[in-house]
């Protein structure tokens, strides 16, 4: 029986750039994306053409999560039927609205991770304690990056196309020297400090064919870790990964077995952003069609205080 490893026997020689942006930061490889990557990505502009990348929320149909969480649902609490009644709030003029609110997994949507959503051996990013997630994050949530907003230059890599597949298949992996073979083919090239949006075109799979195939043997498609990769982002210098499956990266690492290696080697050692569940396929068409797979890419999720996570619509704009 193969053993697996601890994540931090996995990562011992992980890089980390704790301590870069100082002892009190909380955004991480975010801090890469001053104003001159704002207009860098600007300079991509070219045609006038936006898409929005957030699937469906509250979809009757079901949304796309991770096993054991559940789709936001939303529940009416007035509409016109609301006013029939006597217990109805009579307003002067008599003016008539809807209402409605949702529960939700801050996780349960296209959402961005906050730094601190992850961690091993009681340490979350930065050198923080992961006490300091008990009960709410005190540390690393998803509110400074709220704040801050995330603007560059962002670069598709439609890794399905690539291999010439509608969705790359269940546990199906691809490294950063892929992601450059893949960039090459679209006739582009990575560039320090880039958003990489990567489309495998699974989620879709879930709207598709259904949850039930969906969830059957449960192993996503997507990066895989190893030393180099890792190196890689650090030295690239790569702000924000986005990508159309709910975890970013192959569901376990095939080498190791450990499950989501790449959420503590990126997210919580060098900082790295997260954004899961985007839906890439019409951005994907656009870029077959055009030729241009470089724009500006701009999204800041919810403000939510204390927040392992929220929502986000994504744009970008060529
Ligand atoms: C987990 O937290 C398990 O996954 P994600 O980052 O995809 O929400």
Redesign the pocket.
């Known amino acids: 029986m193969t053993v697996v490893p601890s994540m931090g026997e996995l990562l011992k020689d992980s890089p980390k750039n704790w301590g870069k942006w100082g002892p009190d930061d909380e955004i991480g490889a975010l801090n890469y994306l001053d104003a001159a990557q704002v207009m860098r990505g600007i300079r991509h502009v070219k045609q006038g053409k936006v898409h929005t990348l957030q699937v469906r929320m509250c979809d009757p149909a079901g949304d796309p999560v991770?096993p054991g969480r559940r789709g936001a649902e939303r529940l009416m609490v007035f509409d016109e039927g609301s006013w029939h009644g006597d217990k109805a709030p009579q307003f002067p003029g008599g003016l008539h609205y809807a209402d409605d609110f949702i529960t939700a997994f801050l996780?349960g949507s296209t959402q961005y991770?906050a730094l601190g959503?992850?961690w091993y051996d009681g340490v979350i990013y930065n050198g923080y304690d992961a006490n300091s997630t008990i009960g709410g994050l005190t540390k690393a949530s998803v509110l400074p990056i709220a704040e801050k907003g995330v603007v560059g230059r962002g670069i598709l890599l439609d890794m399905a196309r690539f291999r010439g597949k509608e969705a790359l298949d269940k546990g199906e992996t691809f490294t950063h020297e892929d992601l450059m073979a893949c960039a090459r083919a679209q006739g582009t090239e990575i560039e320090k400090r880039d958003v990489l949006l990567i489309r495998t075109g699974f989620i879709s799979t879930f709207y598709k064919y259904g949850r039930e195939k969906f969830y059957q043997d449960f192993v996503e498609p997507g990066l895989t870790h190893s030393a180099e990769l890792v190196k890689w982002f650090q030295d690239m210098e790569i702000p924000n990964l986005v990508t159309d499956t709910?975890?970013?990266e192959v569901t376990y690492d095939p080498a190791s077995g450990v499950a989501?290696p790449l959420?503590c080697a990126l997210m919580r050692n060098l900082g790295v952003l997260?954004t899961?569940i985007v839906d890439l396929d019409p951005l994907g068409e656009d870029c077959a069609q055009d030729k241009q797979y470089t724009f500006l890419y701009a999204a800041a999720p919810l403000k939510v205080v204390s927040g392992t996570g929220a929502p986000v619509n994504p744009i970008t704009i060529k």
């Open positions: 991770w996780q991770d959503h992850v709910i975890a970013n989501l959420h997260f899961e």
